[in-house]
Structure formats: C-alpha cells, structure tokens
C-alpha cells in the first residue's frame, strides 16, 4: 500500500510503500484507540441506567406542572370570554387580555410537544455508542481485521496512508475515546476514572444536542 490520494491534478510523488501487515497493525492499534474494555462498558452502562431513572422521573414532573399551567390558562381564556359575553369587558381589553393568554397557552403547548418529540431519544443512541466501544475492544482481541477496517470506514473520516503512516479523523463522539491517553483506559483511581467519566458525559452532551 501506498498514499492514498485520488486527484487528476495531483500526482502522488510518495515512493514508500507499506507491507500489508504493517498496514493491519496500524488498523488495529486506531480501533484500539477507540476501544472501550468491558470494566468501563459495564460501568458506563449503570450510568445511563442511573441517567434514565432521573430522567424520568425529572420529566414527569416537569410535564405535569406545564399540563397545569396549560389547564389554568384554559379555564382564565373561558372565563374572559364568558366576562366578555355577559359584557362586561370591552372588545378591545378582551382582545388584549385574550392574546396574551393565547401567547402564554402556544408557549406551553410547544414546550410540551417538544418533550413528547425529544423525550429521552439520547439514551438509546447513548448506550449503543457504548456497546460498539466494548465491540471494538473484542475485534482488536480477535485480531479481526476485515472487521476493524469496515468499523474505522464507519467512525472515521479522510483515511488516509502517507510517508508509510495510516491516519483517521474520528467522527464524534468517537474522537472523545481517541483522545484518551492509553493509561488511563484501564479502571483505576484518581484521575483515571474522572478522565474516562468525562467521557461519558461528552458523549451525552453529544447525542442530547443531536436529538
């Protein structure tokens, strides 16, 4: 294998080559780097379960308060109408006090089916992120590297071989697992767990924000 740029204007003028099995271990060491070991998967994956609970729990609330906001609104719209047929209110501070109930009222109504369209449509996304981590950490120890290869075309970006080196710009949030230094992949103590914590509070932010 050789520099892989594809360009009629440009030639390639790179004359080193790499052996095919140098080209698999290099493919193996990116996938490593985006590997997530099945101590980390596990733990990762009680956090969510922990993530999903709150949620829950935090969005019912909020749902039922803005379903009693919305029920009050309602019921002060019907009674400015009934102020307004009995003629007690003029057209004009009817109509004022009315639009800004409606305003109030669509606020409301938006906020809600917001919720109902968003939800928790990150957790899923979330946990699969994790499981194709601990994935790649299996392909890696089974040395599969038709796999690996297939698995850096889907994660990564503008592959690419050149002066004999394979370089891959990892898509997010897999870029997050890239830029953890390899002593602190292993469960451990101290700084080794808050760096792979933050991980995983990247990586929801990610899929929250892509929701």
């Keep these: 294998y050789r520099c892989t740029k594809k360009s009629k204007a440009t030639k390639c003028t790179q004359s080193r080559?790499?052996?095919e099995e140098q080209l698999a271990e290099q493919i193996q060491k990116e996938v490593q780097k985006v590997s997530l070991s099945d101590e980390w998967r596990d733990k990762y994956l009680?956090?969510?379960?922990?993530?999903?609970?709150?949620?829950?729990?935090?969005?019912?609330?909020f749902v039922q308060e803005l379903r009693q906001?919305?029920?009050?609104?309602?019921?002060?719209?019907?009674?400015?109408?009934?102020?307004?047929?009995?003629?007690?209110?003029?057209?004009s501070e009817f109509q004022d006090k009315k639009n800004i109930l409606m305003s109030?009222?669509?606020?409301?109504?938006?906020?809600l089916a917001l919720l109902e369209r968003k939800g928790k449509h990150w957790l899923e996304p979330l946990r699969n992120w994790v499981l194709e981590a601990n994935?790649?950490?299996?392909?890696?120890?089974?040395?599969?590297?038709?796999?690996?290869k297939n698995?850096?075309?889907?994660?990564?970006?503008?592959?690419?071989?050149?002066?004999?080196?394979?370089?891959?710009?990892y898509k997010q949030p897999w870029n997050y697992l890239q830029e953890v230094p390899a002593h602190a992949r292993d469960a451990g103590e101290g700084k080794r767990?808050?760096?792979?914590?933050?991980?995983?509070?990247r990586a929801r932010t990610f899929f929250e924000r892509s929701a």
């Design 135 to 148: 994935q790649a950490k299996n392909l890696v120890c089974q040395e599969n590297y038709e796999d690996m």
């Design 104 to 111: 109030k009222k669509a606020d409301i109504e938006e906020k």
């Design 69 to 91: 906001k919305l029920s009050l609104i309602k019921t002060k719209i019907d009674r400015l109408t009934d102020a307004y047929l009995e003629q007690t209110l003029e057209l």
């Design 46 to 61: 009680g956090k969510i379960d922990e993530w999903s609970k709150e949620e829950s729990n935090s969005s019912e609330l």
């Design 193 to 201: 767990n808050e760096i792979m914590w933050s991980i995983l509070t």
């Design 151 to 169: 698995f850096l075309k889907t994660i990564g970006s503008n592959r690419s071989i050149a002066a004999g080196v394979l370089a891959v710009q």
């Design 17 to 19: 080559f790499l052996r």
